[in-house]
């Protein structure tokens, strides 16, 4: 193994969770399972790892366990996870949630007629008056499907889903007919909703530039650092759209981190120790807390990730050290 063979790259700093699409509903007994299928495109669902690709994570090994396999199955599970230890895995591009950390692929959404349609709450709410009016789950659900297919869909493309200190979010909404052509709307206004922590309270308008029919930037940084400007803030788009009765309301969640509490400072070395490769990356602290850093380890020569590492490590103020080790069995 030649060492100028690798390179180091798409180091990213997690400095807190990262926000997860909310799907229009869910309930106890899986009524919308059809509803979900049809909204989503099935190349966008997550990828499970297995094989030489990595082996599933520990939250997709928990989600098996909880599923209730068979004690063989949990077995198989644990020897094919444990092949490889929790901070070094191997990486291919199909892993898109670590080669490419920051984005997340968002998939259409229907803009539903009917309001009590639009939230999970209303629409359990309204599906528990329709069984007691006596509809079957059945009729219920294809009723929705039948208004779901024929509705006019949205979807927010973010160029980040978590905001750090100096960023700027580009937020493009995209609005099409059922048909899959664009949907010309009228806007009436764009506002920034603080974390639920803070109240849910408005933090200001968001400027926006229609780009095209269907199609609408919005920008947005934060002000200051102040805590109302933390957490997981909503764009939340008021709109007339062509076929729907009232006015809607559009809504798109993202993280927000106004200050870096460490920064990389570009200096880096490498070492080999008892078969594995470690690269010793060097931070500038600010503050002192437990960090989550993630680091991908591509070849120079094929240009493709091979390696993905993990440190998770409370740091002191200063000048410190991590050392991210790519795991020799890996290579």
Not at 31 to 57: C, K, L, V, W, Y
Not at 79 to 90: A, E, H, M, T, W
Not at 133 to 162: C, D, W, Y
Not at 177 to 189: A, F, R, V
Request: glycine share 6%.
């Amino acid at each position: 193994m030649k060492r100028k063979h690798l390179l180091a790259g798409s180091i990213v700093l997690i400095l807190l969770m990262i926000g997860i699409l909310a799907i229009l509903l869910s309930n106890d007994d899986n009524d919308i399972t059809n509803m979900e299928e049809q909204m989503f495109d099935p190349e966008q669902h997550f990828h499970i790892r297995e094989g030489a690709e990595g082996f599933p994570s520990p939250r997709e090994l928990e989600k098996m366990i909880n599923e209730g396999p068979t004690p063989e199955a949990q077995l198989v599970a644990y020897r094919l996870y444990s092949r490889y230890p929790p901070d070094s895995r191997p990486l291919s591009r199909d892993m898109r949630d670590l080669t490419n950390p920051w984005q997340i692929k968002y998939v259409p959404l229907p803009i539903m007629n009917d309001p009590r349609a639009r939230s999970e709450d209303a629409l359990k709410k309204m599906i528990d008056e329709l069984v007691a009016q006596g509809k079957t789950r059945e009729e219920i659900m294809e009723q929705l499907n039948e208004e779901a297919r024929e509705s006019p869909r949205f979807v927010f493309e973010l160029n980040r889903h978590t905001v750090t200190a100096n960023d700027e979010l580009k937020a493009i909404l995209v609005v099409t007919d059922s048909g899959g052509s664009p949907l010309s709307i009228d806007l009436m206004s764009a506002e920034m909703k603080s974390d639920g922590h803070f109240g849910n309270i408005g933090l200001g308008s968001v400027p926006y530039d229609q780009k095209g029919p269907g199609n609408y930037l919005f920008t947005w940084k934060a002000p200051s650092a102040d805590k109302k400007y933390w957490g997981s803030l909503t764009l939340e788009v008021r709109a007339r759209v062509p076929g729907i009765e009232d006015e809607v309301t559009l809504t798109q969640g993202f993280y927000s981190s106004p200050i870096a509490p460490a920064r990389f400072t570009g200096n880096a070395s490498e070492r080999l120790e008892k078969g594995s490769l470690l690269i010793d990356v060097e931070l500038d602290v600010e503050r002192e807390c437990r960090y989550s850093l993630h680091a991908n380890l591509y070849s120079v020569i094929d240009d493709e990730p091979t390696h993905w590492a993990s440190v998770d490590e409370i740091l002191k103020p200063g000048r410190q050290v991590v050392s991210f080790k790519f795991f020799g069995k890996v290579f």
